[in-house]
T-cell receptor, first 111, second 112 residues
Framework: KNEVEQSPQNLTAQEGEFITINCSYS?????LHWLQQHPGGGIVSLFM???GKKKHGRLIATINIQEKHSSLHITASHPRDSAVYIC?????????????FGGGTRVLVKP | DGGITQSPKYLFRKEGQNVTLSCEQN?????MYWYRQDPGQGLRLIYY???????QKGDIAEGYSVSREKKESFPLTVTSAQKNPTAFYLC???????????FGPGTRLLVL
């Protein structure tokens, strides 16, 4: 069974700072997902990637398949980035396209 | 306006009572999922359905039941056999293999 580990569990940053969240997994995957959960509970998918790097606005996601590691970077952080960021993976040939989730990283950006 | 709706937003259950959480989608997605989230823990899969009239148990299916009679709907029943039902329940859909999952707004279930 794959394990998905995130670090740190909690992160506090000042507005404008560069933020990095890390995710590691134990077995081969077909895709790695980064999700954002707002304080009200709603979850939004940010990225799905299987290799390389993706960028959307101030968010950048990278993955290193050999090292079984992915990072989510937030550049020029803003208080509205405060949320829980969740890493999840789809294992190769997983029935039903099931996701395995990390425990999440709670990010607080102070003005 | 495409999306996933879950109702109610808050639900209260009395001891020994079955309650049903609604999940409706108009995205025309084949696959639907139910997850449970407990404070400080990752999401865990309860049940999933890849096609109408078919569903599979996830990692924590005991005490729950589902049906998939229509493509748009995937209701979850929390039975009296679920001894610790207090949690945040999220429904999700996906268009196909290795596609992005879309999440509903969630239902918070509390036991009276």
């Amino acid at each position: 069974k794959n394990e998905v580990e995130q670090s740190p569990q909690n992160l506090t940053a000042q507005e404008g700072e560069f933020i990095t969240i890390n995710c590691s997994y134990s077995v081969g995957i077909s895709a790695l997902h980064w999700l954002q959960q707002h304080p009200g509970g709603g979850i939004v998918s940010l990225f799905m990637l299987s290799s390389g790097k993706k960028k959307h606005g101030r968010l950048i996601a990278t993955i290193n398949i050999q090292e079984k590691h992915s990072s989510l970077h937030i550049t020029a952080s803003h208080p509205r980035d405060s949320a829980v960021y969740i890493c999840a993976e789809t294992m190769i040939k997983a029935a039903g396209n099931k996701l395995t989730f990390g425990g999440g990283t709670r990010v607080l950006v102070k003005p | 306006d495409g999306g996933i709706t879950q109702s109610p937003k808050y639900l209260f259950r009395k001891e020994g009572q079955n309650v049903t959480l609604s999940c409706e989608q108009n995205l025309n997605h084949d696959a639907m999922y139910w997850y449970r989230q407990d404070p400080g823990q990752g999401l865990r899969l309860i049940y999933y359905s890849q096609i109408v009239n078919d569903f599979q148990k996830g990692d924590i299916a005991e005490g729950y039941s589902v049906s998939r009679e229509k493509k748009e709907s995937f209701p979850l029943t929390v039975t009296s056999a679920q001894k610790n039902p207090t949690a945040f329940y999220l429904c999700a859909t996906t268009a196909g293999y290795q596609e992005t999952q879309y999440f509903g707004p969630g239902t918070r279930l509390l036991v009276l």
